[in-house]
């Protein structure tokens, strides 16, 4: 699909120079529009589940929602009683409801950038292509890329020590205060094995030549090719239309 075989540098870049230009708009019919512009390209230019992106979408949407009655809740009460706005058998001040509309919305939409760029990028090419593009230094990139691939050996290592545990004869927990204190007895052995790993990863990394040098050869190797600017000037014309269509309906 297009948006998986795009620079990831470029697209983390114009998804930041978005998500500034968002920061920037109060007023919710630009934040809405892009929303949906943004989940349509997500879905027509990339190969993605609409489960699973709903099911990540959802705390976004829990967020947004938590943003936008707070925003109303204490907002200050308008003294012209024509400048309100009912809803659900209450009544809101206009200027509040539509700056509370205004942020949650752009919650939503920052976060289907977010989602956007999570799906159609792999990690790896990220990291590389920070190092090739944007010139990161080997040392840090390479450092988070082995903390990430740690992640889900924690993961399986965290089980093996429960279930050692539970082979010792020790009861599973079942309150709260069980469970901290089970988890502050896998916390030294989890901690333990993680070192240990950081130490084998750092062997193998210095026996196989890594030195942290930028001048270094690459076996994969990213380029940026007229294709990739298509990205940048497709988000900036949705903002720009959503902008020019809140201007013509009078909201900015």
Not at 178 to 202: G, M, N, V
């Amino acid at each position: 699909m297009f948006l998986h075989r795009l620079n990831p540098s470029i697209k983390a870049i114009t998804i930041a120079l978005i998500v500034v230009l968002l920061a920037f708009i109060f007023d919710p019919i630009t934040p809405f529009i892009f929303l949906i512009g943004t989940i349509a390209i997500t879905f027509i230019f990339g190969n993605v589940e609409w489960k699973k992106y709903i099911l990540y979408f959802i705390p976004f949407s829990i967020l947004s929602f938590g943003m936008l009655w707070t925003t109303i809740a204490f907002s200050t009460p308008s003294n012209n009683p024509n400048d309100v706005i009912t809803l659900l058998g209450m009544t809101f001040p206009r200027a509040s409801f539509l700056t509370a509309l205004a942020l949650s919305l752009r919650i939503l939409s920052v976060a289907a950038l977010s989602l956007l760029f999570i799906f159609t990028t792999n990690v790896v090419d990220f990291i590389l292509s920070l190092i090739q593009q944007l010139k990161l230094p080997p040392k840090i990139a390479y450092g988070v890329l082995a903390g990430y691939r740690f992640l889900p050996m924690m993961k399986d290592e965290l089980v093996i020590i429960h279930q050692a545990h539970r082979i010792r004869g020790i009861n599973t927990a079942h309150t709260i205060k069980d469970k901290w204190h089970q988890y502050k007895r896998f916390a030294i052995p989890l901690l333990a094995s993680a070192i240990r790993k950081a130490e084998r990863t750092a062997i193998a990394m210095e026996s196989k030549g890594f030195t942290g040098d930028k001048n270094r050869t690459f076996y994969r190797h990213f380029s940026i090719v007229k294709r990739d600017w298509l990205f940048p000037f497709m988000m900036l014309l949705l903002f720009s239309l959503a902008v020019l269509t809140s201007l013509k309906l009078g909201y900015i």
